[in-house]
């Protein structure tokens, strides 16, 4: 309602929001995600699945361009301020665009994870944004596989693993989960 409305929001019936702004827009995109996300897991079939993904695609390109209108930059083009959680913003539009299966849609999506590595990398970050287009980077080209995208996949797959092991050695899950995209990768060599 807010999205498509006038912009007012309501809690307990009193009037909380009166117009849009593109950060509660982009939040608004970003909980619709949420749900077709959930309804992706429970739908019964698979017309069902991928009508609900192209919703969440419809959202997630949304989500991002009113991102990345809160980019500010100064007079000389260099970002002064941007959203705080751009990348996972990013890698969610990834996520989605590589789910369906659509090839066309998986060069969009390795170019979300992209756009998230190069933030991360620039704000010498190493967190879970980083690692989500890690991983993101590297099953994307792995599954592509045209020119050198094995290469580059073996590559952020090193990374990533060079990544959990200093910094989060508990997490043998995703451990264990980059090994295997590595295997996948050397058996596609």
């Known amino acids: 309602e807010f999205v498509e409305g006038r912009g007012e929001y309501f809690e307990f019936?009193?009037?909380?929001?009166?117009?849009?702004?593109?950060?509660?827009l982009m939040n608004c995109h970003r909980q619709l995600v949420k749900c077709f996300n959930k309804l992706i897991?429970?739908?019964?079939?698979?017309?069902e699945r991928l009508a609900y993904y192209e919703q969440a695609?419809?959202?997630?390109?949304?989500?991002?361009?009113?991102?990345?209108?809160?980019?500010?930059?100064d007079d000389y083009g260099k970002i002064v301020e941007r959203p705080e959680r751009l990348?996972?913003?990013?890698?969610?539009?990834?996520?989605?665009?590589?789910?369906?299966?659509?090839?066309?849609?998986?060069?969009?999506?390795?170019d979300w994870f992209h756009k998230a590595y190069e933030l991360e990398k620039e704000k010498e970050k190493e967190d879970y944004p980083l690692s989500g287009a890690l991983f993101g980077?590297?099953?994307?080209?792995?599954r592509r596989n045209e020119g050198d995208d094995l290469?580059?996949?073996?590559?952020?797959v090193r990374e990533l693993l060079e990544l959990y092991n200093?910094?989060?050695p508990g997490k043998k899950g995703d451990i264990e989960r980059a090994k295997k995209i590595e295997d996948d990768i050397n058996q596609l060599k």
């Open 13 to 24: 019936g009193v009037l909380k929001k009166s117009g849009q702004d593109k950060y509660s």
């Open 41 to 47: 897991e429970l739908s019964d079939t698979q017309e």
């Open 166 to 168: 200093r910094k989060w």
């Open 137 to 142: 980077l590297a099953q994307g080209l792995a």
């Open 151 to 156: 290469e580059n996949a073996e590559r952020y």
């Open 87 to 110: 990348a996972d913003y990013y890698n969610t539009a990834g996520t989605f665009l590589a789910g369906d299966g659509d090839r066309k849609k998986l060069d969009e999506a390795i």
């Open 57 to 73: 695609q419809t959202q997630c390109r949304k989500m991002t361009e009113y991102a990345e209108q809160q980019v500010l930059r």
